[in-house]
T-cell receptor, first 114, second 114 residues
């Protein structure tokens, strides 16, 4: 049981480049989400999904796209990277939408946009 | 709107002394509250959570927190710090709206001196 996995661990992009951050979980969780972590700001929700084929925006969705074709995978796409997207990105999953549910986090992807 | 305030961005203690990490929240309803820990270059891991019932919650590694509704606080404590406790700690409140999301505090970095 690997839990939540993310690739790559670290990435450097040039402004305007695109890339996909991968996230996968093997716990059969319905709910998956993407957060970005910036110094002194905690984590902020980018996008989330409540099941295959269903996604919605979080607090800071601009510049990011997501899709959920399977229960296991939830990739995050940066369409045209900007320096403001330099951050650490975390994928998380939980069994359900219930507010009491524990979220399980991946190890993170560090992104530097030059 | 809900919010979370972690009152100290940095706490330093000596090994074997008590730990207190402070968290205040604001919410218009009865929230679920969590503490997550993040060790360097790792993802977040659940320490403990309060949902309903007993207001004193015990978590992993000897940590506990008390939900005080009258004070809108959820402080994290541990009787005796260990070197392995050095990490960043996040207080989190769960939003009870049609679109589920967690609101993270800005984090408290705990340093443990030998």
């Amino acid at each position: 049981n690997a839990g939540v996995t993310q690739t790559p661990k670290f990435q450097v992009l040039k402004t305007g480049q695109s890339m996909t951050l991968q996230c996968a979980q093997d716990m059969n969780h319905e709910y998956m989400s993407w957060y970005r972590q910036d110094p002194g700001m905690g984590l902020r929700l980018i996008h989330y999904s409540v099941g295959a084929g269903i996604t919605d925006q979080g607090e800071v969705p601009n510049g990011y796209n997501v899709s959920r074709s399977t229960t296991e995978d939830f990739p995050l796409r940066l369409l045209s990277a900007a320096p403001s997207q330099t951050s650490v990105y975390f994928c998380a999953s939980s069994y359900s939408l219930a507010t009491t549910e524990t979220q399980y986090f991946g190890p993170g992807t560090r992104l530097l946009v030059l | 709107a809900q919010s979370v305030t972690q009152l100290d961005s940095h706490v330093s203690v000596s090994e074997g002394t008590p730990v207190l990490l402070r968290c205040n929240y604001s919410s218009s309803y009865s929230p679920s509250l969590f503490w997550y820990v993040q060790h360097p270059n790792k993802g977040l891991q659940l320490l403990l959570k309060y949902t309903t019932g007993a207001t004193l919650v015990k978590g992993i590694n000897g940590f506990e927190a008390e939900f005080k509704k009258s004070e809108t606080s959820f402080h994290l404590t541990k009787p005796s710090a260990h070197m392995s406790d050095a990490a960043e700690y996040f207080c989190v409140v769960s939003r009870d709206t049609g679109r589920r999301a967690l609101t993270f505090g800005s984090g408290t970095r705990l340093q443990v001196q030998p």
